[in-house]
């Protein structure tokens, strides 16, 4: 697994922000009060505290719109039912007319504690990653519940940093380990958890948007194998800072008001794997 920050580089790459109203579990939740301050605003002033030459969110809601509007942001209005996140990052990279060369990197509107390092890390490895359509981050995994549990999404790369496979299950079987039912992880495993955040160069964004659901990607729910099931490679490396919890439910919402009310970040918060979002 390729592991570390690479050098500074350019800040030729913009961060998108999509951000929905509508939320199965938290409806609401970009407006979400968080230490006197709407969430997506916390997720805004993170993104352009990274290296990013531009910012931008991305919603298709009137209420949304005015309210970044009012904290400054530059918004980007975009079509109702998009059937996922990756589809409203290619509408805004088409509004605003983007070349198939540039970068965008997509921020999730429910991830108020993001670190700005790891925004310029997945930039940079995509900027250096010649040969990939899109780059991504991970971080080891240790806990054996956490390696079975479905919910954790586990990536294995190749020795250049390439993404082989992405899976729910545990991947790879670690054969003599996992035997019996005393199941244990040895101290060189090389478990990798799956963190949520994606740098795309537009050009793909642009091939993804006219493919069809894949085999895989609908047997394991995750859409990053699209791309690899069409011939593009992502690029994969060790997160340099691991992102904290994002807001999901209104549990993850209190605990994230009250480590910022308290102006605490805790580096023990597990980071939650997300697919991206419509």
Not at 223 to 234: A, D, F
Request: net charge negative.
């Amino acid at each position: 697994m390729a592991q570390g920050f690479l050098p500074a580089g350019s800040s030729d790459f913009t961060v998108v922000i999509p951000a929905r109203f509508a939320s199965s579990r938290l409806p609401g939740k970009p407006l979400a009060d968080i230490a006197g301050k709407p969430m997506v605003q916390h997720v805004y002033e993170r993104a352009l505290a990274s290296d990013a030459r531009r910012v931008i969110i991305a919603t298709d809601d009137e209420r949304i719109l005015k309210v970044a509007e009012g904290f400054g942001a530059e918004v980007c209005m975009t079509l109702p039912g998009h059937p996922s996140g990756t589809d409203r990052l290619q509408e805004v990279a088409r509004i605003h007319e983007l070349k198939d060369d540039e970068i965008i990197v997509n921020v999730q509107g429910d991830e108020p504690l993001i670190p700005p390092s790891v925004i310029n890390q997945v930039a940079r490895n995509l900027q250096v990653s010649t040969e990939a359509g899109a780059a991504t981050l991970s971080s080891p995994l240790t806990q054996l519940e956490q390696i079975f549990d479905p919910n954790i999404v586990k990536v294995v790369a190749d020795a250049r940093g390439y993404a082989l496979y992405f899976s729910r299950a545990p991947i790879p079987w670690a054969r003599d380990d996992f035997a019996t039912e005393e199941r244990k992880v040895a101290a060189d495993a090389c478990f990798q958890r799956h963190i949520g955040i994606y740098a795309y160069r537009v050009g793909l964004l642009n091939h993804y948007v006219t493919w069809g659901v894949s085999p895989i990607e609908k047997m394991e729910s995750l859409e990053q194998l699209r791309l690899m099931w069409n011939g593009y490679r992502i690029h994969v490396a060790e997160a340099v800072e691991t992102p904290p919890h994002g807001v999901d439910t209104e549990q993850d919402l209190l605990a994230v008001r009250a480590l910022l009310e308290r102006g605490q970040l805790v580096d023990s918060l597990e980071p939650d794997e997300k697919t991206v979002r419509a």
